[in-house]
């Protein structure tokens, strides 16, 4: 399986900071169609997983833009440029490139 | 707007099986762009994919459940289900529902849409 590591484990931010989140995989996610299956979630407290980044750097619909995602192969990050109070929970990265489909073990993000 | 429900048991006897069944709706479960997904999540832990199946019935599996999981899928009633067999505690976990994206057309290679989740608890 392709093993997801995610880092930190916890970051207290401040709001209007910015705030950035690795994730890195134990092989390529980089497909010959040019695309790195890697996507982002945010799970809320109480909430299901939502979509925010797909195929690496690419927003979900309804995603703000102070949201964005970048990197290549087995490196990638989640940036949020200003963080709000509504952006607290534990965020994942997943790879979609094999099955089974892994998630990074989570990063929680709180407000200072 | 696409939404899924899980519903079923919420507590199972060990060593029975788990019956979950995912309805949905404001989508058409035989498009040819979606896989309909199982993700458990146990108690305070990370994300785990179980599997999906297609709408023609192609399943895949985590190879950690193989064993045990079945999905099927009804077309006619818009459902999708998962079967777990020879549960332990340690099956206990909050089952998802999900849609998983294979097209340009929407998220490629995400779960766009989950449902709520369901608690299954396994204890006798």
């Known amino acids: 399986d392709v093993v997801m590591t995610q880092s930190p484990l916890s970051l207290p931010v401040t709001p209007g900071e910015p705030a950035s989140i690795s994730c890195r995989s134990s092989?390529?996610?980089?497909?010959?169609?040019?695309?790195?299956?890697l996507d982002w979630y945010l799970q809320k407290p109480g909430q299901s997983p939502q979509l925010l980044i797909y195929?690496?750097?690419n927003r979900a619909s309804g995603v703000p833009d102070r949201f964005s995602g970048s990197g290549s192969g087995t490196d990638f990050t989640l940036r949020i440029s200003r963080v709000e109070p509504d952006d607290v929970g534990v965020y994942y990265c997943?790879?979609?490139?094999?099955?089974?489909?892994?998630f990074g073990g989570g990063t929680k993000v709180e407000i200072k | 707007q696409v939404q899924l429900q899980e519903s079923g048991p919420g507590l199972v006897k060990p060593s029975q099986t788990l019956s979950l069944t995912c309805t949905v709706s404001?989508?058409?479960?035989?498009?040819?762009?979606?896989?309909w997904s199982w993700i458990r999540q146990h108690p305070g832990k990370g994300l785990e994919w179980i599997g999906y199946?297609?709408?023609?019935?192609?399943?895949y599996y985590n190879p950690s459940l193989k064993s045990r999981v079945t999905i099927s899928v009804d077309t006619s009633m818009n459902q999708f289900s998962l079967d777990l067999n020879s549960v332990t505690a340690a099956d206990t976990a909050v089952y998802y529902c999900?849609?998983?994206?294979?097209?340009?057309?929407?998220?490629?290679?995400?779960?766009?849409?989950w449902g709520q989740g369901t608690l299954v608890t396994v204890s006798s």
């Open positions: 999900a849609r998983y994206c294979t097209s340009t057309s929407c998220p490629k290679g995400g779960f766009d849409y």
């Open positions: 199946i297609f709408h023609s019935g192609r399943t």
């Open positions: 195929l690496g750097s």
């Open positions: 092989q390529s996610l980089l497909q010959s169609d040019g695309y790195n299956y």
């Open positions: 997943m790879q979609a490139l094999l099955t089974p489909e892994t």
């Open positions: 404001g989508d058409s479960i035989s498009s040819d762009v979606f896989y």
